[in-house]
């Protein structure tokens, strides 16, 4: 099954990024972070295991130099990406209409 969810960006002043991704309806807070060291590898995190165009990429690249932070919307990855990925458990049980979700 695919799912959609955001993807949560924020960069320091050393050009170190962290990312978080939630299916719709979790928090990402409490979801685990990947990080990169330089624009290089989250880029290619990014337009790699994440599906994420060009055009999208830049504009985050654009509001992380000038606000430190960006959402991308409408990331659709199957439960295997976002286990392989190491981007948290499929589901959780704060998702809306009380669904009881499981680890990947």
């Known amino acids: 099954m695919r799912l959609n ?12 990024y962290v990312v978080t991704y939630a ?10 972070p990947r990080r990169f060291k330089g624009w290089q590898h989250l880029v290619a995190f990014l337009q790699g295991p994440l599906h994420v165009g060009a055009p999208e990429v830049r504009s ?9 932070a960006f959402c991308l ?15 948290g458990p499929v589901f959780c049980l704060e998702a809306p209409g009380g669904l009881a979700y499981a680890h990947a």
């Open 73 to 87: 919307d409408g990331i659709w990855l199957t439960e295997a990406e976002i286990a392989e990925q190491g981007l």
């Open 60 to 68: 985050a690249l654009n509001a992380l130099f000038r606000n430190g």
């Open 23 to 32: 299916p719709i309806g979790v928090n990402h807070f409490g979801r685990p």
């Open 5 to 16: 969810g955001t993807v949560n960006i924020e960069r320091d002043d050393n050009a170190n």
